[in-house]
C-alpha cells in the first residue's frame, strides 16, 4: 500500500514500536534546534543526564531573550554560548536572527526529521524537513542519542488547487486553514499538503503555512520536496541538501480537505485566538493603533519586501506607530540591498532588531485597550504583554494597507488609491553570510572551553517519587483553552527562564496572581495541588516551564477535559499526572479548594489501569478519570519524572 510523505519519513526514522496509527513510536532524529528560553533549560538537563557529547546535528540559537535590561539575558547568552561550545553544537548569536527563520536558510533539509523546542518547529517542514516541536528535555535526550517518542500520527492531506489572487498570501491560506481546523481537536494528527497548488507557492510561503499550522494542535506539518525546493536551496547555496518527496499515488489519508488556492480572500484573526477567524472584509474600518511586522510567521526577504513596496512613498499614518522586526540578518542584508529597507525607514518604521520582539510580549507592547495589527502567529489574551490589548493576526499586505490607511483595509482595495500590486520576485542568490555562527571545535578544543554560568543560572528543581495516595486540594479550576501563555506568562518574566523558583511565583499569573502563593502554603502543609482543566489545556507555546514550575510548586496532578501534545508530555517529563475527566459533567461539579484524594495513584499507574477513581471529599463524588499516560511515561511518573528516572536528580553546576 502507497505511503504518505509523512509516513515514508517516519518509517525509515523508527527504532521502537511498530507503525501504527494511535501508537507510541521512537524516532531517531537527526537535527535538534533550540532557542534561548528554552534552551537553557535543555542544556541544564543534558548537562544533568550526564551526556558529554552529542549525536544529533545540534543548533542552539538566541533570538527571545534579546532585551537584556539587566544582567539576566547575558549571563543565559553566554552559558549558551560556552555550554555549546563544550558539546559541540553550532551556536547562531544573537542578531543573525529568529531561529526558524535562519534555520530554514541554512539548516532545514527535505527528509530529515527535525525536533526543537520550540513549537513553530514545523516551519522547516516548508522544505519537506518532517519537523516537530517539543519540550526541552525530549530535545536534551535526543541530543544525546536517545529516540524520540510520539504518537504515530493520523494524517490530513490538504489538497490545494488554483493559484492565489493579488493581494492574497501565504497567512491568508494558514488562517483559512485554522478556520476550518480549529485550535483544538487536532491532536494526535499531522498535516500534508499536496496537489497542483503546491506548485505555486515558494518555499517562504510554504514556511508560514507550516510554521502556524502549530495553533491547529497538529503534530508537524510538511509540504513536498519538488523543484520549487530545489531551486529554494539552490539560492540558498544548499542544492546537496535537496532530495525529492512526495506521497504515493495509493497513499491513504485519514481526512482530506480540498482548499482552492483561487477563492482564498484575505483573512485576519480576531482577539484573543488564532483561530477566530473573519475576511477582512468583514472588520473592514476598525481604527489600528499599531501595525508590527515581522515573527517566526512572516517575516522572510518576501514578506518584508511586500510591505516595503506597499509602502513606497507613504508614510505612516499619523494615529499609529509601526514596527518591522526583520526575520534574520540575511533578511536584513537583501532587503538593504534592494531598497527594501529605504522605503521602510521612509515610512517611520521602528526598525526593530531581528529577534522574536513584539511576538513574545517583551517589548512594543500596545497602549491600554489598543487594538495591534500583527504578522505573527498567537494573539492569546496578554500576549503582547498588554492584558486588554486587541490583537489581530494579519498577512504582510493586510498589515500594509492598515500602516497607510490607519484602519482594516482588504489590501485589495489599496488599488483604489493607486497602488498597485508587485509579485515579489526571490533574489536569484539569497546573501548567505554564515559568519555568525559558531561552528564545533575539535574535540581538543572543546575540551579547553569554561563553561560560564552566571547567577541567574540555577539547578533544575529536583522532584520527588509520586506518593502511593494524593492527598490534595484543587488549587485552581480553569475553564477551555488555557494556553502556556496563561500556565506560564513570557514577556517581562522570560528573564527568569533559568531560575526556576523565581519564575515560579508567576504560575498562572494572568488567571489568577495568587496561585503560586496559595500552591506554596499547600506544598509547605503537606498538601498535594491539583490543576482542574477544561478542553485543549496547555495549547500554544511548548515552554517546558508550563510544567516545570507549577512542578516546583508541588502540583502532582492535572484533571482536564482534554490536554495539547506538547504539554501533556511535559507534564509527564516533570512527574505531573495528567488525567481526563471521564464524564464532562465531573468538570462541571468540582470546585476549585475542594479537597480531593485519589487512592493508591502508583498501584493504579504501575498497573498499567487506564483509569482511575478520585473522590472529591468536600461534595462527596466520585470522579471517573483517564490515565494519559504510555507505558513508558508511567515508570517515569512513579519516579517522579524523567530526570529522576535516569538516576539524575538535576542540578547541573
Ligand atoms: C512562543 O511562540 O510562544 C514561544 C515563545 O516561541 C514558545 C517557546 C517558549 O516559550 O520559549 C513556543 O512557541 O514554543
Ligand atoms: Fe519567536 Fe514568536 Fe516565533 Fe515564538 S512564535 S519563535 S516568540 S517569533
Keep these: 500500500?502507497?505511503?504518505?510523505?509523512?509516513?515514508?519519513?517516519?518509517?525509515?526514522?523508527?527504532?521502537?514500536?511498530?507503525?501504527?496509527?494511535?501508537?507510541?513510536?521512537?524516532?531517531?532524529?537527526?537535527?535538534?534546534?533550540?532557542?534561548?528560553?528554552?534552551?537553557?533549560?535543555?542544556?541544564?538537563?543534558?548537562?544533568?543526564?550526564?551526556?558529554?557529547?552529542?549525536?544529533?546535528?545540534?543548533?542552539?540559537?538566541?533570538?527571545?531573550?534579546?532585551?537584556?535590561?539587566?544582567?539576566?539575558?547575558?549571563?543565559?547568552?553566554?552559558?549558551?554560548?560556552?555550554?555549546?561550545?563544550?558539546?559541540?553544537?553550532?551556536?547562531?548569536?544573537?542578531g543573525n536572527g529568529i531561529c526558524h527563520q535562519v534555520h530554514l536558510e541554512r539548516f532545514a533539509k527535505p527528509g530529515r526529521v527535525l525536533i526543537g523546542s520550540d513549537s513553530h518547529t514545523p516551519t522547516a517542514g516548508g522544505v519537506g524537513s518532517l519537523a516537530i516541536g517539543v519540550g526541552g528535555l525530549d530535545v536534551a535526550v535526543a541530543m544525546?542519542?536517545?529516540?524520540?517518542?510520539?504518537?504515530?500520527?493520523?494524517?490530513?492531506?490538504?489538497?490545494?488547487?488554483?493559484?492565489?489572487?493579488?493581494?492574497?498570501?501565504?497567512?491568508?491560506?494558514?488562517?483559512?486553514?485554522?478556520?476550518?481546523?480549529?485550535?483544538?481537536?487536532?491532536?494526535?494528527?499531522?498535516?500534508?499538503?499536496?496537489?497542483?497548488?503546491?506548485?505555486?507557492?515558494?518555499?517562504p510561503d510554504r514556511a508560514t503555512i507550516t510554521n502556524m499550522g502549530a495553533e491547529t494542535g497538529v503534530t508537524t506539518s510538511l509540504f513536498p520536496s519538488d523543484e520549487i525546493t530545489l531551486d529554494f536551496l539552490m539560492r540558498e547555496g544548499r542544492e546537496n541538501d535537496w532530495i525529492s518527496l512526495k506521497g504515493d499515488p495509493d497513499a491513504t489519508y485519514d481526512k482530506v480537505i480540498e482548499l482552492n488556492l483561487s477563492e482564498i480572500e484575505p483573512m485576519i484573526a480576531l482577539p484573543d485566538s488564532p483561530d477566530?477567524?473573519?475576511?477582512?472584509?468583514?472588520?473592514?474600518?476598525?481604527?489600528?493603533?499599531?501595525?508590527?511586522?515581522?515573527?517566526?510567521?512572516n517575516s522572510s526577504y518576501r514578506d518584508l519586501m511586500t510591505v516595503a513596496n506597499i509602502l513606497k512613498g507613504h508614510v505612516a499614518h499619523k494615529d499609529l506607530e509601526?514596527?518591522?522586526?526583520?526575520?534574520?540578518?540575511?533578511?536584513?542584508?537583501?532587503?538593504?540591498?534592494?531598497?527594501?529597507?529605504?522605503?521602510?525607514?521612509?515610512?517611520?518604521?521602528?526598525?526593530?532588531?531581528t529577534a522574536c520582539g513584539f511576538c513574545i510580549g517583551n517589548s512594543f507592547s500596545p497602549g491600554s485597550g489598543e487594538v495591534s495589527l500583527r504578522t505573527n502567529n498567537r494573539n492569546f489574551k496578554g500576549r503582547s504583554g498588554t492584558t486588554?490589548?486587541?490583537?489581530?493576526?494579519?498577512?504582510?499586505?493586510?498589515a500594509a494597507a492598515?500602516?497607510?490607511?490607519?484602519?482594516?483595509?482588504?489590501?485589495?482595495?489599496?488599488?483604489?488609491?493607486?497602488?498597485?500590486?508587485?509579485?515579489?520576485?526571490?533574489?536569484?542568490?539569497?546573501?548567505?553570510?554564515?559568519?555568525?555562527?559558531?561552528?564545533?571545535?575539535?574535540?581538543?578544543?572543546?575540551?579547553?572551553?569554561?563553561?560560564?554560568?552566571?547567577?541567574?543560572?540555577?539547578?533544575?528543581?529536583?522532584?520527588?517519587?509520586?506518593?502511593?495516595?494524593?492527598?490534595?486540594?484543587?488549587?485552581?479550576?480553569?475553564?477551555d483553552k488555557v494556553t502556556t501563555d496563561h500556565i506560564m506568562p513570557a514577556g517581562q518574566y522570560l528573564k527568569y527562564r533559568s531560575n526556576i523558583p523565581k519564575y515560579a511565583e508567576h504560575v498562572f499569573e494572568p488567571l489568577d496572581p495568587d496561585f503560586s502563593k496559595r500552591a506554596l502554603e499547600n506544598k509547605e502543609k503537606g498538601v498535594t495541588n491539583i490543576i482542574v482543566a477544561g478542553e485543549s489545556y496547555g495549547q500554544g507555546s511548548s515552554r517546558e516551564h508550563a510544567a516545570l514550575c507549577p512542578m516546583y510548586l508541588g502540583v502532582r496532578a492535572v484533571f482536564a477535559k482534554t490536554i495539547e501534545r506538547i504539554h501533556l508530555d511535559n507534564l509527564a517529563n516533570f512527574g505531573i499526572v495528567p488525567l481526563q475527566f471521564i464524564n464532562l459533567s465531573d468538570y462541571d461539579a468540582i470546585n476549585q479548594g475542594d479537597e480531593i484524594e485519589i487512592p493508591e495513584i502508583v498501584k493504579a499507574i504501575e498497573n498499567g489501569s487506564e483509569e482511575i477513581f478520585a473522590l472529591d471529599k468536600t461534595t462527596n463524588k466520585e470522579i471517573k478519570l483517564k490515565i494519559l499516560l504510555t507505558e513508558r511515561q508511567r515508570k517515569f511518573v512513579i519516579a517522579g519524572g524523567l530526570l529522576p528516572y535516569t538516576g539524575k536528580i538535576g542540578g547541573a553546576t
Excluded at 486588554?388 to 493586510?398: H, I, N, R
Design 144 to 203: 544525546g542519542g536517545g529516540p524520540f517518542y510520539l504518537t504515530y500520527p493520523k494524517v490530513i492531506k490538504i489538497n490545494l488547487t488554483g493559484k492565489l489572487q493579488k493581494w492574497v498570501s501565504a497567512k491568508d491560506v494558514i488562517l483559512n486553514v485554522l478556520e476550518i481546523l480549529k485550535t483544538n481537536g487536532n491532536v494526535g494528527y499531522a498535516i500534508e499538503y499536496a496537489g497542483e497548488g503546491v506548485r505555486t507557492l515558494s518555499v
Design 322 to 353: 509601526f514596527g518591522v522586526a526583520p526575520g534574520s540578518r540575511q533578511v536584513i542584508a537583501m532587503i538593504t540591498e534592494n531598497g527594501g529597507m529605504e522605503s521602510l525607514v521612509k515610512a517611520g518604521a521602528r526598525i526593530m532588531e
Design 276 to 297: 477566530n477567524v473573519k475576511t477582512v472584509r468583514e472588520v473592514e474600518g476598525t481604527k489600528v493603533n499599531q501595525v508590527a511586522v515581522g515573527s517566526c510567521t
Design 1 to 94: 500500500m502507497g505511503k504518505s510523505i509523512i509516513e515514508k519519513i517516519l518509517d525509515s526514522h523508527i527504532v521502537e514500536g511498530a507503525p501504527k496509527k494511535g501508537e507510541e513510536i521512537g524516532i531517531k532524529v537527526d537535527q535538534t534546534l533550540t532557542q534561548d528560553a528554552t534552551g537553557t533549560a535543555v542544556y541544564l538537563e543534558f548537562e544533568a543526564i550526564g551526556f558529554t557529547d552529542v549525536k544529533t546535528e545540534a543548533l542552539s540559537y538566541v533570538d527571545h531573550n534579546t532585551v537584556q535590561v539587566g544582567f539576566e539575558n547575558a549571563d543565559d547568552h553566554k552559558y549558551l554560548r560556552t555550554v555549546a561550545g563544550k558539546y559541540g553544537i553550532t551556536f547562531s548569536r544573537p
Design 388 to 398: 486588554d490589548a486587541k490583537v489581530y493576526l494579519v498577512s504582510p499586505e493586510t
Design 402 to 479: 492598515a500602516v497607510i490607511t490607519g484602519t482594516i483595509l482588504d489590501p485589495r482595495r489599496l488599488e483604489d488609491i493607486g497602488i498597485r500590486y508587485e509579485d515579489i520576485e526571490l533574489p536569484n542568490k539569497f546573501i548567505s553570510d554564515d559568519s555568525m555562527f559558531i561552528f564545533p571545535l575539535s574535540r581538543e578544543e572543546r575540551e579547553k572551553i569554561e563553561i560560564l554560568r552566571g547567577p541567574n543560572i540555577k539547578h533544575i528543581p529536583k522532584n520527588e517519587p509520586l506518593p502511593l495516595d494524593i492527598y490534595g486540594s484543587v488549587t485552581i479550576k480553569v475553564g
